[in-house]
């Protein structure tokens, strides 16, 4: 089946902390809130009404939990992969805010990316008998959530 222009294949979009792509990715999504205050009053004659509130953005990922041996070893401290320990280390246990973006892989010139700067969290590890061991993290952000596009000049 040929693909349908504009519609894009989940596999090209990453998660990057600081730059670094979440390694291992299987699942990736954002999502926009916007909180509505109610101003109803008495003199509506029974009908609600609304304004705008405050705005929200959060991100979530899932990723295989991998070793590079046998021995335990886990992928950790790869230059320009951000791997479990990192971001525990990193943005849970130091309480830091982390710069999170949403692109195409390897940032192709002329292509969406999302950005913002999040707190992790949280960060969990599920290890089901006989299937893959993933870990999970969730990122809320902190700040406006941006749209811009990607490449040189951008």
Same mark, same amino acid.
């Given at each position: 089946?040929?693909?349908?222009?504009?519609?894009?294949?989940?596999?090209?979009?990453?998660?990057?902390?600081?730059?670094?792509?979440?390694?291992?990715?299987?699942?990736?999504? +954002?999502?926009?809130?916007?909180?509505?205050?109610?101003?109803?009053?008495?003199?509506?004659?029974?009908?609600?009404?609304?304004?705008?509130?405050?705005?929200? +953005?959060?991100?979530?990922?899932?990723?295989?939990?991998?070793?590079?041996?046998?021995?335990?070893?886990?992928?950790?401290?790869?230059?320009?992969?951000?791997?479990?320990?990192?971001?525990?280390?990193?943005?849970?246990?130091?309480?830091?805010?982390?710069?999170?973006?949403?692109?195409?892989?390897?940032?192709?010139?002329?292509?969406?990316?999302?950005?913002?700067?999040?707190?992790?969290?949280?960060?969990?590890?599920?290890?089901?008998?006989?299937?893959?061991?993933?870990?999970?993290?969730?990122?809320?952000?902190?700040?406006?959530?941006?749209?811009?596009?990607?490449?040189?000049?951008?």
């Amino acid at each position: 089946m040929s693909s349908v222009p504009g519609v894009i294949n989940g596999t090209k979009i990453a998660l990057y902390l600081n730059g670094e792509i979440t390694i291992l990715s299987t699942n990736l999504s +954002w999502n926009v809130d916007h909180a509505i205050r109610d101003t109803s009053c008495r003199e509506g004659n029974s009908w609600a009404s609304a304004m705008g509130g405050d705005r929200a +953005w959060a991100v979530s990922c899932d990723q295989m939990l991998a070793f590079r041996n046998d021995n335990g070893v886990i992928y950790n401290a790869i230059p320009g992969e951000a791997a479990i320990l990192e971001i525990i280390s990193k943005f849970i246990i130091r309480q830091q805010r982390v710069n999170c973006v949403v692109s195409f892989k390897n940032n192709p010139s002329f292509n969406p990316k999302w950005s913002g700067k999040a707190y992790i969290s949280s960060v969990s590890i599920d290890a089901p008998n006989e299937e893959n061991t993933t870990f999970s993290i969730s990122l809320e952000g902190t700040g406006e959530w941006k749209k811009s596009i990607s490449g040189p000049g951008a």
